[in-house]
């Protein structure tokens, strides 16, 4: 699937015009994007403590670093498996049992979850008329909003069965929901909620800041404040769907991109140049952890 994805994004360039992108390209802001990107991660770390340390468990810093890093590697290989490496890595070297450095991970998860829909809702306000400008020109109003109507009578009398349910899938339904819920109140019951949710902004703004950082490395690309936040979450989405966005990220986000009327080679070319920082850092730092790790715990 990566490699026929790769190869229907190098069909909107050239490999020649691309790599001349790359050479042209001005690093330095390439770099101060890949700088916010590390920021977010050594806060990912940080905000971990505060939901270990409800359970008795105080980690080393640098355990917590390494553990992030190489929970990334390996999700480039498979994905998911990043959060079930970063917590066995606790387990071996911190002595915090599995199931419950998995549960906080998984808790994680949610808050970065409200996080992404945040983003979207902001783009959604932002945004407004564009988006709005779009639907219309391409989709009948009249059919959207009876689409809408239908959806939300639909997802009430959905959510009536599952409230019912004692059994079966809807009872797995209702059981995974009753979960998400009480994790994100769990998060406002800890002791340093403030911290954790400071921290969960912080990361989200980083990553807002590493995508904005690297649009100026391109030369003569300029991208509206909207358009930002609706590539950034294109290319948001193409990382949740693939092994760290292969092939997808560049064609999510020149898709985006070209909504804005931008051309279709820089924007291809922006992607990926975008993906491929993201990757060699987490190549790098990755790589990095997995040799680090033996030897920062050697005794």
Excluded: C
């Excluded at 491929?276 to 990095?288: E, H, N, P, R, S």
Aim: charged share 10%; net charge positive.
């Amino acid at each position: 699937m990566g490699g026929f994805l790769v190869w229907y994004s190098l069909s909107k360039i050239s490999i020649d015009v691309l790599l001349g992108y790359f050479k042209e390209a001005n690093y330095s802001w390439i770099f101060l994007g890949l700088f916010f990107g590390i920021l977010s991660h050594l806060s990912r770390a940080y905000r971990w403590k505060f939901m270990l340390e409800p359970l008795g468990f105080k980690p080393k810093f640098t355990n917590s670093v390494l553990a992030v890093l190489v929970g990334y590697l390996v999700n480039l290989a498979l994905p998911r498996a990043g959060e079930i490496s970063r917590a066995t890595v606790m387990t071996n070297y911190e002595k915090i049992p599995f199931e419950k450095g998995f549960g906080t991970i998984v808790a994680e998860r949610i808050a970065d979850l409200i996080m992404m829909l945040s983003i979207v809702a902001i783009t959604l306000f932002v945004q407004f008329d564009f988006i709005y400008e779009l639907l219309t020109k391409n989709f009948n109003p009249t059919k959207i909003a009876i689409g809408i109507v239908i959806l939300i009578i639909g997802f009430f009398i959905f959510s009536s069965f599952v409230k019912k349910a004692e059994s079966g899938f809807l009872l797995k339904i209702k059981t995974f929901v009753t979960g998400l819920i009480e994790g994100v109140t769990s998060i406002f019951k800890m002791k340093n909620k403030w911290a954790f949710i400071f921290h969960t902004v912080f990361i989200w703004v980083m990553y807002v800041a590493m995508f904005w950082a690297t649009i100026p490395a391109i030369n003569g690309l300029e991208v509206p404040f909207g358009g930002i936040l609706i590539g950034f979450i294109a290319g948001g989405f193409s990382i949740a769907a693939t092994n760290g966005g292969i092939g997808l990220y560049p064609i999510a986000v020149a898709g985006a991109l070209a909504l804005f009327n931008i051309a279709t080679e820089p924007a291809t070319a922006f992607g990926w140049i975008m993906w491929t920082a993201q990757t060699a850092m987490i190549i790098v730092f990755g790589g990095l952890a997995f040799l680090l790790l033996p030897i920062v715990n050697k005794k």
